[in-house]
C-alpha cells in the first residue's frame, strides 16, 4: 500500500508547493497504482490532478480528469467544481456555468458559488457560451490545497476586469452585434457575386467588420489596455517582469478574440476566398448569437420572436466551434496548395501555420480536429499494402509535426 499512497502524499506536497509538473506526476503514478496498492478514492486522485493542470492552464487535461472524476463518482462536487473550472478556462461559459450549478446541487457551501456568480456576470454581459472567447479572471483560489480552483491573476493594464463590467457595455455590445451582422452579410453577398472586382470589395468588407468584432469583443471582456500594459511589455523584454504579469499578457494573447483578429489581419494580404472566410464567419455567428440573446432578453414580444431562431444557434455552440476548428485545419492545406499557383503566398502560410499551432496548444477542439485527419492520413499511408518506404517517410513527417504541437522542454 505504500507506492501509491506516499505518491499521493508527494503530489500534494508538490501542489502545496506550487510544483504542479511534479505533483502530476505523483498523482498519475498513484492513479496508476491506486488499484493494486492504494488507499485513495479514484476521484480524489482525478480531482488533484484535474486542479494540477488547471494550475499550468492546460484546462483540455484538466477537464479530462474532470470527467472521468464524475464518472467515478458523480456525487463528488469538487468534480464537478473541477469540470466548471476547466470550462471555465476553455472558455465555455454557459457549460461552466452547468457545472457549477451541479456541483452546488450537491454541496450548496462549496466555494464555486463565487465563480458561479462571475460566469453568470459574464453571460450576462454577451462574453460567449461555448465559443472560446476568454475571459480576463478565472474562477477565484478559495484555499492552498488540491482541492482550490485555480486563479491567474488580473491582466496588468487592463482598464476593466470581466467581473466588474466595462462603463457602456450594452452600448458595446450592440456595436459588436452591429458589425458581426454586417460581417456575416456581406459574407453572403460575397458569395453571390460573381463580379471579381466586386467580390473582393465585398471580401475586404467581411475581414473589416470581422476583426473590428473580435478586437472590441476583447475589449469587452479583458478591458481597455492602459499604460500598465506597455510598461508591463516594456519590462518583458528586459526579462525583469513578473510572472503573474506575464501570466496576465498571455491570457490576453491565448484569447480566441485574439486569435481570430490576427486571422483577419492576415486575410487582408490573401485572395479572396469564400473558404477562408468559414472559421470567421462560424465564430461570429456564435458570438453574435450569444449577444444577442443577452440584448432581447427584456424585450418581451421581440424575444419571443427571436429566441427560437437564436436558440437553434446557442444550443450548438460546441458543434459549431468544432466545425470552425475543421475548416481551419482544412484552410491551412488549401494555402499549402495555392503555393502551387500564381495567388502562392509563403508569408501567409508560415504565420497561418504558427497561428494553428498556438490553437493546437490551448484549443481542445483544434486537438480534435487535428485528431480526425491523423486517423484519416494513418488509414490510408499506413495501410498494409502501402510501401514500407512511404510508411517510414510518412511516420517521419507526423513525428515532425506532432513535435511542432507538443514541444518538449529541453533536459
Not at 503530489?11 to 505533483?23: C, I, L, N, S, V
Request: with cysteine; glycine share 10%; aromatic share 8%.
Amino acid at each position: 500500500k505504500e507506492m501509491a499512497d506516499a505518491a499521493k502524499k508527494e503530489g500534494d506536497e508538490a501542489f502545496k508547493a506550487k510544483d504542479f509538473a511534479t505533483a502530476i506526476k505523483h498523482y498519475t503514478t498513484a492513479i496508476e497504482q491506486n488499484a493494486i496498492n492504494g488507499t485513495s478514492a479514484k476521484h480524489v486522485l482525478l480531482s488533484n490532478r484535474s486542479a494540477c493542470y488547471a494550475s499550468l492552464q492546460q484546462y483540455d487535461k484538466a477537464l479530462e480528469d474532470a470527467k472521468a472524476c464524475i464518472v467515478a463518482d458523480a456525487q463528488f462536487a469538487k468534480g464537478w467544481s473541477r469540470k466548471g473550472g476547466a470550462m471555465y478556462g476553455l472558455g465555455d461559459y454557459a457549460g461552466a456555468a452547468q457545472a457549477y450549478k451541479k456541483c452546488l446541487e450537491k454541496d450548496a457551501n462549496n466555494p464555486c458559488k463565487a465563480d458561479l456568480e462571475r460566469v453568470e456576470a459574464i453571460l450576462a454581459r454577451g462574453g460567449g457560451g461555448g465559443g472560446g472567447h476568454g475571459s480576463s479572471s478565472r474562477p477565484s483560489a478559495t484555499r492552498p490545497t488540491p482541492s482550490a480552483t485555480y486563479a491567474p491573476p488580473p491582466f496588468p493594464g487592463g482598464g476593466a476586469s470581466s467581473s466588474s463590467p466595462i462603463k457602456g457595455h450594452k452600448a458595446m455590445q450592440l456595436l459588436i452585434v452591429v458589425v458581426q451582422m454586417a460581417a456575416i452579410g456581406c459574407a453572403v453577398a460575397f458569395g453571390m457575386i460573381p463580379d471579381r472586382a466586386l467580390g473582393r470589395v465585398f471580401f475586404q468588407r467581411v475581414v473589416v467588420a470581422a476583426l473590428a468584432g473580435f478586437v472590441l469583443h476583447a475589449v469587452l471582456v479583458h478591458g481597455l489596455p492602459g499604460l500598465g500594459l506597455i510598461k508591463t511589455m516594456y519590462r518583458a523584454l528586459r526579462g525583469t517582469a513578473e510572472h503573474s504579469e506575464l501570466q496576465g499578457i498571455s491570457r490576453v494573447a491565448m484569447d480566441l478574440n485574439t486569435h481570430n483578429a490576427f486571422y483577419c489581419s492576415l486575410l487582408m494580404s490573401s485572395a479572396p476566398s469564400l473558404i477562408l472566410l468559414i472559421p470567421v464567419i462560424l465564430h461570429s455567428a456564435v458570438s453574435l448569437a450569444s449577444k444577442m440573446t443577452a440584448l432581447v432578453a427584456d424585450m418581451g414580444p421581440l424575444k419571443a420572436i427571436a429566441a427560437p431562431i437564436l436558440g437553434q444557434i446557442t444550443s450548438r455552440n460546441a458543434q459549431i466551434t468544432a466545425w470552425a476548428a475543421q475548416s481551419e485545419v482544412t484552410i491551412f492545406f488549401v494555402t499549402i496548395a495555392q503555393l502551387l499557383t500564381p495567388s502562392r503566398n509563403f508569408i501567409l502560410v508560415i504565420l497561418y501555420g504558427q497561428l494553428l499551432r498556438v490553437r493546437y496548444l490551448v484549443s481542445a477542439d483544434s486537438k480534435t480536429a487535428w485528431g480526425n485527419l491523423c486517423s484519416r492520413t494513418d488509414g490510408i499511408f499506413l495501410h498494409a499494402r502501402s510501401p514500407t518506404i512511404v510508411q517510414g517517410a510518412y511516420n517521419k513527417l507526423k513525428g515532425y509535426v506532432v513535435g511542432l504541437g507538443n514541444p518538449q522542454p529541453k533536459p
